[in-house]
T-cell receptor, first 116, second 115 residues
Framework: AQKVTQAQTEISVVEKEDVTLDCVYETRDTTYYLFWYKQPPSGELVFLIRRNSFDEQNEISGRYSWNFQKSTSSFNFTITASQVVDSAVYFCALSERNSGNTPLVFGKGTRLSVIA | EAGVTQFPSHSVIEKGQTVTLRCDPISGHDNLYWYRRVMGKEIKFLLHFVKESKQDESGMPNNRFLAERTGGTYSTLKVQPAELEDSGVYFC?????????????FGPGTRLTVT
């Protein structure tokens, strides 16, 4: 069965600090996709990144970076030099390729508060 | 380009009443998904349309929930009769044709409160 665990319920950091959001997943499939979404106060889920299971290369996009490690089934998300606008709930999600469709399995989310 | 829109943004109804939620996907997105987040829990999949056909409705909690997507454009999700445990945020998402790992674009959700 698929499962995504985000052990950190809430994190508070001071502006300009770096912060890492943890994501651990479980799947029996060898081919799968991992996602991160951001939910700002306005409520919509904003797509941040998609990573397939065959690509373990880490990715950096501006102040955002993602560390994918199959050996530990983790897909962690780091924000460097955090800003107040980064305050949101962040969701990690998993999709198995061979399910015939791609419903996402979400973690419970991590609420990040960046304090000025 | 307009994103996924949902209506209403918030609905408060009494137990036993009926509520209909609407989702307008991004134009050209054949795939449409409904998810729900009950307070404090994960966002959970409800069902998936490909155009007007239900591809997967394994997440629908019971037969009080009815989803339609007539003409393959917008979708409605009706809850009849509503129960207290139906309270939560209902999200709609859409994605491009094809079903393998395409990113899903989400709407702002409809917050349903059943009293």
């Amino acid at each position: 069965a698929q499962k995504v665990t985000q052990a950190q319920t809430e994190i508070s950091v001071v502006e300009k600090e770096d912060v890492t959001l943890d994501c651990v997943y479980e799947t029996r499939d060898t081919t799968y996709y991992l996602f991160w979404y951001k939910q700002p106060p306005s409520g919509e889920l904003v797509f941040l990144i998609r990573r397939n299971s065959f690509d373990e290369q880490n990715e950096i996009s501006g102040r955002y970076s993602w560390n994918f490690q199959k050996s530990t089934s983790s897909f962690n998300f780091t924000i460097t030099a955090s800003q107040v606008v980064d305050s949101a709930v962040y969701f990690c999600a998993l999709s198995e390729r061979n399910s015939g469709n791609t419903p996402l399995v979400f973690g419970k989310g991590t609420r990040l508060s960046v304090i000025a | 380009e307009a994103g996924v829109t949902q209506f209403p943004s918030h609905s408060v109804i009494e137990k036993g009443q009926t509520v209909t939620l609407r989702c307008d996907p991004i134009s050209g997105h054949d795939n449409l998904y409904w998810y729900r987040r009950v307070m404090g829990k994960e966002i959970k999949f409800l069902l998936h349309f490909v155009k007007e056909s239900k591809q997967d409705e394994s997440g629908m909690p019971n037969n009080r929930f009815l989803a339609e997507r007539t003409g393959g454009t917008y979708s409605t999700l009706k809850v009849q009769p509503a129960e207290l445990e139906d309270s939560g945020v209902y999200f709609c998402a859409s994605s491009l044709p094809g079903t393998r790992g395409k990113e899903q674009y989400f709407g702002p959700g409809t917050r349903l409160t059943v009293t």
